[in-house]
């Protein structure tokens, strides 16, 4: 078994490799100690000119010059297919490649183009990568798993293994998206890291000391390191909005059943109390708002029972922008500075702080938000994750007979423990259903002290205590989590990035906990120096309109549009 594993696994990370064409593949790779930031300069030294031009354009604007003809397709998708390539040796970050089967696509779009003299759809010629949870024809999926190598989601031959694709795959096929690679997850996709046994860790590109983020960590880093444009992840617990924050990007957690998730391979199927949802990773907010328009146009809600008939609303988009710019329009944030559990380490208080500092100049009202029941509303939260005692999860990794990484350790163990009851899953929702209607009143409540009498837009928050987490150091997920449980909406902005000489503890720091006495241990100014630090924007259940306009409006009050 262990000779086994082992070499599917090699033979997958060599596979991974050799689908790199030769002409893209790097000599050497410097340590961290010799190159910690291998964004930017570094890697541009690796493309030509064109190339990076078009990879340092967000995916609107690619859209519009592939739109004008300006840009052929096969360009695009060249320029991205290179880029990805070198991403992937410098970091880590990818587990499936298929660029000729791309450059075919794009081909075919140009063709499309020069025929009919019009765009396929809104994405024609906008490369898109996708964490690998989507299934996509031809291609593998493995979800980090050695067992899941030659099968259908563990499921030996199984016919749908290559030929089967999920829901939102055929939606951006339809738009004219150019799809080319898939990205790393942590097995079982359970981590706020990135790390399995077939590509090991993968790594943030901004700072190499530290996590590219989980689970969606391979978007994060590729998108950082401008491999994409644009991409899709999942968030159960804040996989989404943990790479985001990391590596510099803007991403969004829509509530449950906004947009399609049928059809894509997941841990612990069937367990409904607080579903994983689908949403883009993007260089740009903008760039962000344009993926859940333009799948939201395909009536997803046709193709997939779990999506509620929402389209986009463009009036509830259009309605901040009005009221940001009308000279007596305002905006209300409620700011969390902590969740009282664990402080947010220095970079992350900064930005929270630079952030509220923003809006206040720009007119906004502001108004300190401590939330209701913190604690016991995330036992119901992080409940979840073992209804089934990790049997799910424990049953893919005996496939192979593989290791367990340390990060999922931390929340599974070595083998599985007892499922709860019908009975206890009920008392869990029931509790569940409690806080959020506790939240429900606290928002509401919070009309009494705004100027407007309305309660408080969004509110403004740590996404996790670290700018980035340290290998095997992110332990404290309740700061995007929670979120999870509500089912709200939230956004993440970029801010700042950390720096040695202004983020340290206040003399006399002491932490509350044992928890917070961990993450104040964890800090080290000289490593997470140069590191990006971002903060999380929360709003309602299915305010994803609204919670767009204000991430992109916050942003250009930042200066942080494309950060």
Not at 32 to 42: F, S
Not at 130 to 156: A, P, R, S
Not at 432 to 441: A, V
Request: glycine share 8%.
């Amino acid at each position: 078994m262990v000779t086994d594993w082992k070499s599917l696994a090699t033979g997958k990370r060599d596979a991974i490799l050799k689908s790199i064409p030769e002409k893209w593949r790097l000599g050497k790779i410097p340590s961290v100690e010799e190159q910690k930031d291998v964004t930017g300069p570094y890697i541009q030294q690796f493309l030509d000119k064109k190339e990076i031009e078009i990879t340092e354009t967000d995916a609107v604007a690619i859209a519009e010059k592939v739109a004008a003809g300006s840009w052929s397709a096969v360009d695009v998708a060249q320029a991205f297919c290179h880029r990805a390539a070198l991403a992937h040796q410098l970091v880590n970050c990818l587990h499936e490649t298929f660029f000729d089967a791309a450059i075919a696509d794009a081909k075919a779009l140009d063709a499309y183009y020069a025929e009919h003299k019009k765009t396929k759809g809104p994405l024609h010629g906008v490369p898109v990568s996708l964490k690998d949870q989507f299934h996509v024809k031809d291609v593998e999926t493995t979800m980090g798993y050695v067992g899941w190598i030659g099968t259908f989601e563990g499921k030996k031959g199984d016919s749908r293994h290559k030929t089967f694709e999920s829901e939102m795959v055929r939606e951006l096929r339809e738009l004219g998206a150019v799809l080319y690679c898939k990205t790393s997850v942590p097995h079982t996709l359970m981590s706020g890291e990135t790390v399995n046994n077939i590509i090991e860790y993968t790594w943030n590109p901004k700072n190499r000391y530290l996590c590219s983020g989980g689970s969606s960590g391979g978007e994060g880093a590729l998108i950082g390191l401008k491999g994409s444009p644009v991409g899709f992840g999942t968030d159960i617990g804040g996989s989404i909005r943990i790479p985001a924050a990391f590596c510099g990007l803007y991403g969004i957690r829509p509530s449950a059943g906004r947009l399609p998730y049928e059809g894509m391979a997941n841990s612990m199927d069937g367990q409904n109390s607080v579903l994983s949802v689908v949403g883009p990773l993007a260089t740009t907010a903008r760039s962000v708002r344009f993926l859940v328009k333009s799948i939201l146009s395909q009536n997803p809600w046709l193709y997939d029972p779990g999506v509620v008939e929402m389209p986009w609303r463009e009036d509830r988009y259009q309605a901040v922008w009005d009221r940001v710019n009308d000279s007596t329009g305002e905006l209300t944030f409620g700011l969390m500075k902590t969740d009282g559990i664990v402080n947010p380490q220095p970079p992350v208080a900064r930005a929270v702080s630079m952030v509220a500092k923003a809006v206040e100049k720009a007119g906004h009202k502001l108004i300190d938000w401590e939330p209701p029941s913190h604690a016991g509303g995330l036992a119901t939260t992080f409940n979840t994750w073992s209804f089934d005692g990790g049997k799910d999860i424990h049953s893919a990794f005996a496939l192979s007979g593989e290791p367990i990484s340390q990060q999922i350790k931390m929340t599974y163990g070595t083998e599985p423990g007892p499922e709860k009851s019908a009975t206890e899953i009920a008392k869990n929702n029931v509790a569940q259903r409690q806080w959020k209607k506790e939240w429900t009143d606290a928002w509401n409540g919070t009309a009494s002290k705004t100027s407007t009498g309305q309660p408080i837009d969004c509110i403004i928050a740590p996404l996790a205590p670290y700018a980035a987490a340290r290998p095997e150091k992110y332990k404290w997920y309740a700061y995007s989590a929670f979120v999870n449980g509500l089912d709200y909406t939230s956004v993440v902005v970029p801010v700042t990035y950390a720096d040695k000489s202004k983020d340290t503890y206040e003399d006399g720091f002491k932490p509350m906990n044992e928890n917070d006495q961990a993450a104040y241990e964890d800090y080290d100014a000289e490593i997470y120096d140069g590191a990006h630090v971002a903060v999380q924007l929360i709003g309602r259940r299915f305010q994803e309109e609204k919670m767009l306009a204000i991430a992109e409006y916050v942003g250009q009050i930042l200066g942080k549009e494309n950060i």
